[in-house]
């Protein structure tokens, strides 16, 4: 199979209207290979649901998916942001 | 480090002004949304259309207009066998209505205030986002240097090729075509794929720290970013934004 992704960009609605603030931004240390890449930058896989995985390592980073009628999310690595106090 | 944005975002109804033809397959959405609450030049909206049988179908597309407008634009380009683009292109009228949820995608925005130099890259409709930077630059008067490299298949194809041609300030501004395909008669412009060589003449040296933005497909966004690695630009400094292949 041909590796056809686009990237974080594309679940920025999503996750902004669930969260209430911008994503793409947070800064994402990989649990795997340790990598910190921003969430725009994590490759995009479209299924079912959609799958952002590292871009170093291809290690899922976060999953977008529906289960029994309710969208579940679910993150992986350390997601760190910040804002001026 | 990430900017946490505090950032209400929620399905709102907008309603299509005008549609302007941009080439044979791509159009403008000049659109009204009551309570648009501005956006940063080079994020996007998703669209979602729904019909009359509740089926609903959702896409995102670039945000094209500067912020400094009070319309939205949006310029979408038509995807064979696509499920929305098709629709937005070829069947939507003044009056027509659909939602809009965003603006979203801090990463990928620029603003005066950000500063420069840009290096602004687009494949096909990977111009759009760029645009709306270029227009804001030009909205406040900026001369921020800016390096535009546009690739597209044909001269046809080209998105903003008059625009990109007057835009103002000129000081400062550098706008380069390729066409990939179909080059326009006479044409002693560049005529291949994005290499090594066309961005060594166009952009700024890493010594110059340049805040670069790509856009298009998928696999052009990935060349053209290892392409600018290796040669010696900060990874960092690359803001990239691929589309496609989800059926546009």
Same mark, same amino acid.
């Not at chain 1, 994503?23 to 649901?49: D, F, I, M, W």
């Not at chain 2, 921020?144 to 000081?171: C, F, I, K, N, T």
């Given at each position: 199979?041909?590796?056809?992704?686009?990237?974080?960009? &594309?679940? *920025?609605?999503?996750?902004?209207?669930?969260?209430?603030?911008?994503?793409?931004?947070?800064?994402?240390?990989?649990?795997?290979?340790?990598?910190?890449?921003?969430?725009?930058?994590?490759? *995009?896989?479209? &299924?079912?649901?959609?799958?952002?995985?590292?871009?170093?390592?291809?290690?899922?980073?976060?999953?977008?998916?529906?289960?029994?009628?309710?969208?579940?999310?679910?993150?992986?690595?350390?997601?760190?942001?910040?804002?001026?106090? | 480090?990430?900017?946490?944005? #505090?950032?209400?975002?929620?399905?709102?109804?907008?309603?299509?002004?005008?549609?302007?033809?941009?080439?044979?397959?791509?159009?403008?959405?000049?659109?009204?949304?009551?309570?648009? #609450?501005?956006?940063?030049?080079?994020?996007?909206?998703?669209?979602?259309?729904?019909?009359?049988?509740?089926?609903?179908?959702?896409?995102?597309? @670039?945000?094209? @207009?500067? $912020?400094?407008?009070?319309?939205?634009?949006?310029? =979408? /380009?038509?995807?064979?066998?696509?499920?929305?683009?098709?629709?937005?292109?070829?069947?939507?009228?003044?009056?027509?209505?659909?939602?809009?949820?965003? +603006?979203?995608?801090?990463?990928? @925005?620029?603003?005066?205030?950000?500063?420069? $130099?840009?290096?602004?890259?687009?494949?096909?409709?990977?111009?759009? +986002?760029?645009? @709306?930077?270029?227009?804001?630059?030009?909205?406040?008067?900026?001369?921020? /240097?800016?390096?535009?490299?546009?690739?597209?298949?044909?001269?046809?194809?080209?998105?903003?090729?008059? /625009?990109?041609? !007057?835009? /103002?300030?000129?000081?400062?501004?550098? =706008?380069?075509?390729?066409?990939?395909?179909?080059? #326009? $008669?006479?044409?002693?412009?560049?005529?291949?794929?994005?290499?090594?060589?066309?961005?060594?003449?166009?952009? +700024?040296?890493? !010594?110059?720290? #340049?805040?670069?933005?790509?856009?298009?497909?998928?696999?052009?966004?990935?060349?053209?970013?290892?392409?600018?690695?290796?040669?010696?630009?900060?990874?960092?400094?690359?803001?990239?934004?691929?589309?496609?292949?989800?059926?546009?």
């Amino acid at each position: 199979m041909t590796d056809v992704h686009t990237d974080g960009n &594309g679940v *920025a609605g999503l996750l902004g209207e669930l969260l209430a603030m911008e994503v793409t931004a947070l800064q994402r240390r990989c649990h795997s290979c340790g990598a910190e890449n921003p969430l725009a930058a994590h490759r *995009a896989y479209h &299924g079912a649901g959609v799958v952002l995985r590292c871009p170093a390592c291809a290690d899922v980073a976060l999953r977008i998916g529906v289960r029994d009628d309710a969208l579940v999310v679910e993150w992986r690595g350390t997601f760190t942001g910040q804002r001026p106090r | 480090m990430g900017r946490l944005i #505090p950032h209400r975002i929620a399905w709102r109804v907008a309603t299509v002004r005008e549609v302007v033809v941009e080439s044979p397959r791509a159009r403008t959405l000049v659109l009204e949304v009551p309570d648009w #609450p501005g956006h940063r030049a080079g994020q996007h909206v998703d669209v979602r259309l729904t019909a009359e049988d509740g089926y609903q179908a959702q896409r995102s597309y @670039s945000i094209a @207009s500067a $912020p400094e407008l009070d319309t939205l634009e949006l310029t =979408v /380009e038509l995807v064979d066998d696509g499920e929305v683009s098709p629709y937005l292109v070829q069947e939507l009228r003044a009056g027509d209505v659909f939602e809009v949820r965003g +603006p979203v995608g801090g990463h990928f @925005s620029w603003a005066v205030a950000d500063g420069g $130099p840009l290096l602004l890259v687009g494949g096909g409709s990977g111009l759009v +986002p760029l645009m @709306s930077m270029l227009r804001h630059r030009g909205a406040r008067a900026s001369a921020v /240097e800016a390096h535009v490299l546009a690739s597209a298949r044909s001269e046809q194809d080209a998105l903003y090729r008059d /625009e990109l041609q !007057g835009l /103002e300030p000129r000081a400062g501004l550098s =706008v380069a075509w390729t066409f990939t395909r179909t080059p #326009p $008669p006479g044409w002693s412009g560049y005529a291949r794929r994005v290499d090594a060589a066309m961005l060594a003449d166009v952009a +700024p040296g890493p !010594g110059e720290r #340049p805040l670069i933005f790509v856009c298009g497909p998928t696999p052009f966004v990935e060349a053209v970013a290892d392409l600018l690695v290796d040669a010696g630009h900060d990874p960092r400094s690359i803001h990239a934004e691929r589309f496609g292949p989800t059926g546009g």
